[in-house]
Nanobody, 115 residues
Framework: QVQLVESGGGLVQPGGSLRLSCAASGTSFRFNGMAWYRQAPGKQRELVAGIISGQSTNYADSVKGRFTIFRDNAKNTVALQMNSLKPEDTAVYYC?????????WGQGTQVTVSS
């Protein structure tokens, strides 16, 4: 059974940084793509950043230049470096992984940006 486990969330002041990590277990195959999504209270879940096997990346306009997604294919892990955090970045962040038609989600980690 494939499991994705996130870590690294927490409370940070505006302008601060956090690094989220996601590790996959229960699988030996390499995911086609991995990504981070987020969901703020009362809003729909949205894509924050994604990366495919060839290391091609894409970002939401709201985080470009501030967030960077990293992937270690050998370890099936993905990380999200978040800099210059803003209060509007507050949300539950979810790790996502895809293999063929299969899609997997982590349980989410809370990120709160507040002074």
């Amino acid at each position: 059974q494939v499991q994705l486990v996130e870590s690294g969330g927490g409370l940070v002041q505006p302008g601060g940084s956090l690094r989220l990590s996601c590790a996959a277990s229960g699988t030996s195959f390499r995911f086609n793509g991995m990504a981070w999504y987020r969901q703020a209270p009362g809003k729909q879940r949205e894509l924050v950043a994604g990366i495919i096997s060839g290391q091609s990346t894409n970002y939401a306009d709201s985080v470009k230049g501030r967030f960077t997604i990293f992937r270690d294919n050998a370890k099936n892990t993905v990380a999200l470096q978040m800099n210059s955090l803003k209060p509007e970045d507050t949300a539950v962040y979810y790790c996502n992984a895809r293999f063929g038609v299969h899609e997997y989600w982590g349980q989410g980690t809370q990120v709160t940006v507040s002074s």
